[in-house]
């Protein structure tokens, strides 16, 4: 890793996303910054749809090392950038770009950053695993991209719209055993689950009783994984927990996706715990 931020410079790095105000980005980069001891900051920047193309040039001119990207700039903001990392090609969105010099970019950390999280704090060794995907949205994608590379037995999809489903097991056919389910097939398809992962947003505030599966249908013991973090124990997880399941919630995720921008940004490890501190202090702060 090249250590960039021993390059001295003031480091300029940022979000951009429509809204941008409610976004815990800012209080979790700066705490890292300051870590890091890294002379720099990271302002969150709400840029319209329309105003897409000219922030990226911005970022050129103005001389920004890093960017992340946010709803609902994902998939657009790719068309804007000099060079698109295979992940992210592969999964159809970057939320984050590295400025080299005035060459951009971008990356995908939200898959990676899942599944570091997902191993660090709840199941080390995915290798061989029966994993159900609940949803086939945008982070779907990228969480099934990265749980590929860990060669699980299977990827059982599982999404309302039971095409959406189909269609992206088809799509990455030939890198593994991937299906896609609809919910009337949920219940059997829950039954040889080892790990179950949430991706809708189901159970999100402000609907934190709902549930994306009867709880009766996870089965006793496994590993329960929610993408969502606010709240930080979803109904999922409580139920799961009753059911004597590991349970891993969302912030985990958000916090490793930031953690390896952070490093292609600086080339230094990032400080994780400092960085999970911060979210939750600014969950405390303001508790939406
Ligand atoms: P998205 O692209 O809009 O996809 C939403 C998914 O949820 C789709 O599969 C959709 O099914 C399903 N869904 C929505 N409402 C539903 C309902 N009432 N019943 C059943 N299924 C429903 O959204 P996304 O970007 O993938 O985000 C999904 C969740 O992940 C959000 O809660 C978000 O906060 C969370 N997330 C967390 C992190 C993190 O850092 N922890 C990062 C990214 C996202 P259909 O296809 O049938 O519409």
Redesign the pocket.
Same mark, same amino acid.
């Given at each position: 890793m090249v250590n960039y931020a021993a390059q001295g410079d003031y480091m300029l790095l940022g979000v951009i996303g429509d809204p941008i105000a409610h976004s815990k980005s800012p209080a979790m980069h700066l705490a890292a910054l300051a870590a890091l001891g890294i002379q720099g900051t990271y302002v969150p920047l709400h840029i319209r749809p329309a105003g897409l193309d000219d922030a990226i040039q911005a970022m050129r001119a103005l001389g920004f090392r890093g960017m992340n990207v946010t %709803?609902p700039h994902?998939v657009e903001v790719m068309k804007y950038l000099d060079e698109i990392d295979a992940a992210a090609l592969r999964i159809g969105a970057v939320n984050t770009i590295v400025n080299d010099n005035g060459k951009l970019t971008g990356y995908n950390t939200?898959g990676i950053?899942?599944v570091r999280s997902l191993k660090d704090e709840a199941c080390p060794e995915l290798q061989g695993k029966h994993i159900v995907v @609940?949803? +086939? $949205?945008? +982070?779907?994608?990228?969480i099934i991209d990265a749980l590929i590379e860990e060669s699980p037995d299977r990827i059982s999809i599982v999404?309302?719209?039971r095409d959406? +489903?189909g269609a992206l097991a088809e799509e990455w056919i030939s890198r593994g055993d991937l299906r896609g389910y609809g919910?009337e097939e949920a219940e059997a398809v829950l039954q040889h689950a080892e790990i179950i992962i949430?991706?809708?947003? #189901?159970? *999100?505030h402000p609907q934190i009783g +709902?549930i994306?599966i009867p709880a009766a249908h996870i089965p006793q013991g496994i590993v329960v994984s929610d @993408? %969502?973090?606010?709240p930080l124990q979803t109904e999922l997880l409580r139920q799961s927990e009753l059911r004597q399941c590991i349970v891993h919630?969302? @912030? $985990? *995720?958000? #916090?490793?996706?930031g953690a390896y921008a952070l490093e292609y940004w600086t080339g230094v490890a990032a400080p994780l715990q400092v960085m999970r501190a911060a979210v939750l202090d600014s969950f405390t702060n303001n508790s939406t």
């Open positions: %709803i994902k939200d950053g899942y @609940l949803g +086939a $949205g945008g +982070a779907a994608r990228g999404n309302r719209t959406k +489903a919910e949430n991706t809708t947003s #189901v159970g *999100m +709902a994306p @993408l %969502i973090y606010n919630g969302g @912030l $985990g *995720m958000f #916090v490793n996706q």
